[in-house]
């Protein structure tokens, strides 16, 4: 069986204890901020909104290394992504295309390009090693989704957009073509996953995965928290491959 991009990790003890030990921080932290929720008071998207420390620990709870297949490097803040019931709602700063992507694409993206300038050019960024998914909570509605396979389609195209350039400017090339192009290209033929995951459990992306949010359904309530990790690569060379 090929790569699907992704793998789904316990449920382990080790991560359900930091699990529990985060969310009341992770409370504290969103109720503190002064970040404003996106689509119409329904996400919040929470980046490096977690106080852990570079190795992870948060309130005394040791980060769960053990239990996953990845060798420790110093972490940054988690982002809180937290949703919650009726996601995704109009919002005035998102136009009706916005929402409606939100809505039947699940607002599909890549992590790592940044929306540059005026024209929010598509450019590589933030290059990362992986995107590892922690849920502070077992509320599974508008649970992650991905696209299995797309790291290799999208691996392929930005490799195609930037061999014509010096690997020193690669952070500087306008991508948005390529990489709306090698979407589109996904949609097509890439399986689409819906990844509920709840406490204890833990979900591992390739950094080259499409993935996004699946509206909320059915009757959960309260917030939907899951805290993401995505340290960082020295290069745009390293974060361009993929198996």
């Known amino acids: 069986m090929t790569d699907p991009g992704w793998c789904r990790i316990g449920p382990d003890p080790a991560i359900a204890d930091w699990a529990r030990a985060a969310l009341p921080v992770a409370e504290q932290a969103i109720a503190d901020s002064a970040e404003p929720w996106r689509c119409g008071g329904t996400w919040f998207v929470g980046v490096d909104a977690l106080p852990n420390g570079p190795d992870g620990a948060v309130a005394g709870a040791a980060f769960p290394w053990a239990a996953l297949p ?32 939100r809505q039947t694409r699940d607002a599909a ?25 922690l849920p502070l909570t077992d509320i599974r509605a508008a649970p992650l989704v991905v696209w299995e396979g797309s790291h290799r389609i999208m691996a392929q195209a930005l490799q195609d957009a930037l061999r014509p350039h010096p690997p020193q400017h690669w952070g500087d090339i306008d991508v948005t073509a390529a990489y709306q192009a090698a979407r589109a290209e996904v949609f097509r033929s890439c399986p689409r996953r819906e990844l509920p995951a709840g406490i204890g459990e833990a979900t591992l992306l390739h950094r080259l995965t499409v993935h996004g949010v699946a509206p909320w359904q059915g009757a959960e309530a309260g917030d939907r928290i899951i805290a993401y990790l995505r340290p960082m690569l020295a290069s745009v060379a390293e974060w361009i491959t993929a198996p």
């Open 109 to 133: 993206h890549l992590d790592g390009l940044l929306p540059v300038g005026p024209a929010r050019r598509r450019m590589i960024r933030e290059p990362h090693a992986w995107i590892l998914g």
């Open 70 to 101: 990845l060798t420790p490097v110093p972490l940054h803040p988690a982002q809180l992504s937290v949703i919650r019931p009726g996601y995704p709602q109009p919002s005035p700063d998102e136009s009706a295309s916005a929402l409606r992507f």
